[in-house]
């Protein structure tokens, strides 16, 4: 079985930073796709960033130069720093991973609340 864990997301002020981590564990293979998501109230799920093994990225447009998304190979192990918080950012920020035979897996989420 594969888990992941994801941890970091809490209550800050608009301008505020936090940086979100996600941590695989269990029987994994090879983790080709990381990334994060996000679900606000009401609102559909979005792909907030993307990175691969060999560490290309990808993000939503409306979070390029804000966000930063990394990974730790060695660790299984995704992060996202996110600067500049604004109150629309406030969702549950939800951790994929893309693993080799195994398939698509799911973190259970963290809330992010950013407050004006």
């Known amino acids: 079985q594969v888990r992941l864990v994801e941890s970091g997301g809490g209550l800050v002020q608009a301008g505020g930073s936090l940086r979100l981590s996600c941590a695989a564990s269990g029987t994994i293979f090879t983790i080709k796709t990381m990334g994060w998501y996000r679900q606000a109230p009401g609102k559909q799920r979005e792909m907030v960033a993307l990175?691969?093994?060999?560490?290309?990225?990808n993000y939503a447009d409306s979070v390029k130069g804000q966000f930063t998304i990394s990974r730790d190979n060695v660790k299984n192990t995704v992060y996202l720093q996110m600067n500049n918080l604004k109150p629309e950012d406030t969702a549950v920020y939800l951790c994929?991973?893309?693993?080799?035979?195994?398939?698509?897996?799911w973190g259970q989420g963290t809330q992010v609340t950013v407050s004006s």
């Open positions: 994929n991973a893309v693993i080799a035979v195994l398939g698509d897996y």
């Open positions: 990175i691969t093994s060999s560490g290309s990225t």
